[in-house]
Every structure is written in structure tokens, then in C-alpha cells.
């Protein structure tokens, strides 16, 4: 069975510009979670949605948006680029948003800001 | 809200010798405490966890002990191999209203397995 996909893997962008990444989650996963991760530290919860609906939202600005579609795929946006946002950004599905439903991420998407 | 430290931040062993990393915590309702290795270039992969009703769980060479009187919990690893190489996370959850799902990591541990 496939894992959870993320594209593109890696995207390099400007300061001031949009990104959208996109996230596939595991066939049967209703829960979609988004982390960012700056090099040498863990990952930092961003948003997490489940049944197209944001369940839970962590400290990040109003820059950053995401939704969730009928067949569960989520997308991340980031607007008005910043330096500070670059970063590994990690999606992560589960079947469901109950604690201790294990989750499973992806590989991540490397975003780069020159 | 939750305060996650993990020791040590980095770890460097002998192949074969014994590795194991702590991970401590704040807030005394977390009921969930897996443990994420991540390798270069990869993702964080859930490797074990355990819930606050069980102390100690084993899975081959990796086992997880929980002392929630202390409020820690510690990554065993045995007879380690190069492979075991990588950033190992904990992330303890905790159900409550808007909590359920979202993880809070540690600030990770880099493991060293030297041949």
C-alpha cells in the first residue's frame, strides 16, 4: 500500500511569493496533519483537518492556510513568503483524530526561500 | 502548554552497546507517548509507543519505559547496529479539546552508531 505522498519534494521560491503544497494521505486516513520543521529541530505543528474540516490549528500566522478535499488530500498555502519560512514541511494522516492514533508522515516537501 | 526536553541531544555508541534516550514532559494529562526516528531525507516514522496505562512496552530490540509519577518516558535500544542510525523524536499527546492529533515533538536526539 502507498504511504503518504507529498509534492513536489522539493521547490525553491522568492521572498514575497505564494507556495502550494499538496498531500496525499494514506488510502482509508481521514485525518490530515501538517508540520513545519527547521533544520535541527523537531517538527512544529501547524494544522491538522479531518472530514474537510480543521480540527486543530498551531501558532503560525494568518500567512498560512490549508484545506481538505472530498477525497481527503490536503493542501498547504503559504503566503507573502518570508526567509524564516523555509523549511521541511511534513504532512501526516491517520484514520482518525483520536489520541493515540498513530501517524503517518511523509517525506516532506523541502521549501527553500531565496 | 506542553514542554517536551529530550537528553540526551546527541548520543554517540559502539556498535552493539546499548543506546537510550529520555524524554520529559509537562503536562501530567498526556496519555500517549510514542517515540519517531527520523533518517536523512525521510520523514518521522513511529518506531514504538505506549499508553499511560502500561510501563513498559518491548518491540525486538526497542522497548519504551513510562514513569508518569516523574513525568518521563525513555527509548531503549539493544545490540544497536548502524542502521540505528538516525534523529530519534518523542511527541506526547494527550486527549482534550483540540489537542487530539496534533503532536508536540521533543527537540530530537541524534544516535551515532559507529561500526
Known amino acids: 500500500d502507498a504511504g503518504v505522498t507529498q509534492s513536489p519534494t522539493h521547490l525553491i521560491k522568492t521572498r514575497g511569493q505564494h507556495v502550494t503544497l499538496r498531500c496525499s494521505p494514506i488510502s482509508g486516513h481521514k485525518s490530515v496533519s501538517w508540520y513545519q520543521q527547521v533544520l535541527g529541530q523537531g517538527p512544529q505543528f501547524i494544522f491538522q483537518?479531518?472530514?474537510?474540516?480543521?480540527?486543530g490549528r498551531g501558532n503560525f500566522p494568518d500567512r498560512f492556510s490549508a484545506r481538505q478535499f472530498p477525497n481527503y488530500s490536503s493542501e498547504l498555502n503559504v503566503n507573502a513568503l518570508l526567509l524564516g519560512d523555509s523549511a521541511l514541511y511534513l504532512c501526516?494522516?491517520?484514520?482518525?483524530?483520536?489520541?493515540?492514533?498513530?501517524?503517518?508522515f511523509g517525506d516532506g516537501t523541502r521549501l527553500s526561500i531565496l | 502548554g506542553e514542554n517536551v526536553e529530550q537528553h540526551p541531544s546527541t548520543l554517540s555508541v559502539q556498535e552493539g552497546d546499548s543506546a537510550v534516550i529520555k524524554c520529559t514532559y509537562s503536562?501530567?494529562?498526556?496519555?500517549?507517548f510514542p517515540w519517531y526516528k527520523q533518517e536523512l531525507g525521510k520523514g518521522p516514522q513511529l518506531i514504538i509507543d505506549i499508553r499511560s496505562n502500561v510501563g513498559e512496552k518491548k518491540d525486538q530490540r526497542i522497548a519504551v519505559t513510562l514513569n508518569k509519577t516523574a513525568k518521563h518516558f525513555s527509548l531503549h535500544i539493544t545490540e544497536t547496529q548502524p542502521e540505528d542510525s538516525a534523529v530519534y523524536f518523542c511527541?506526547?499527546?494527550?486527549?482534550?479539546?483540540?489537542?487530539?492529533?496534533?503532536?508536540?515533538f521533543g527537540q530530537g536526539t541524534t544516535l551515532q552508531v559507529k561500526p
Open positions: 483537518y479531518y472530514e474537510k474540516e480543521e480540527r
Open positions: 503536562d501530567s494529562a498526556s496519555n500517549y
Open positions: 511527541a506526547p499527546d494527550r486527549e482534550g479539546s483540540g489537542n487530539t492529533g496534533k503532536l508536540i
Open positions: 501526516a494522516s491517520s484514520p482518525w483524530t483520536a489520541v493515540g492514533q498513530p501517524q503517518h
